[in-house]
């Protein structure tokens, strides 16, 4: 088993910026790969990006490219989610994920652990 705990979610102003923090505890050697989803009331879960554990190669959605960055620290089994240039369509709860194994690494289904969530809110 592996457990997530995500932190750094808060309130800010669009144009602003937030850093979110993932702690992975447990079985992290078996971790292939860490995403980051969010989801807005009465709306699906959201691929937002995803990074290879080892590798380090990442993907993002369309809509954060160029705003958003996701990076890694294997030694201290932490994932981090920068988001800069945030707008009020950014605001929703923010998932830390992990994959133990290949597969499509937007997809909600391709994660086996799940963090508790945090709330990012950006107002106008």
């Known amino acids: 088993q592996v457990q997530l705990v995500e932190s750094g979610g808060g309130s800010v102003q669009a144009g602003g910026s937030l850093r979110l923090s993932c702690a992975a505890s447990?079985?992290?050697?078996?971790?292939?790969?860490m995403g980051w989803f969010h989801q807005a009331p009465g709306k699906e879960r959201e691929f937002v990006a995803s990074?290879?554990?080892?590798?380090?190669?990442?993907g993002y959605a369309v809509s954060v490219k160029g705003r958003f960055t996701i990076s890694r620290d294997n030694a201290k089994n932490m994932a981090y989610l920068q988001l800069n240039s945030l707008k009020a369509e950014d605001t929703a709860v923010y998932y830390c994920?992990?994959?133990?194994?290949?597969?499509?690494?937007?997809?909600?289904?391709?994660?086996?652990?799940w963090g508790q969530g945090t709330q990012v809110t950006v107002s106008s």
């Open positions: 994920a992990a994959r133990s194994r290949v597969g499509s690494y937007y997809v909600t289904s391709a994660y086996d652990y």
């Open positions: 447990g079985r992290t050697f078996s971790i292939y790969g």
């Open positions: 990074i290879g554990w080892s590798g380090g190669s990442t």
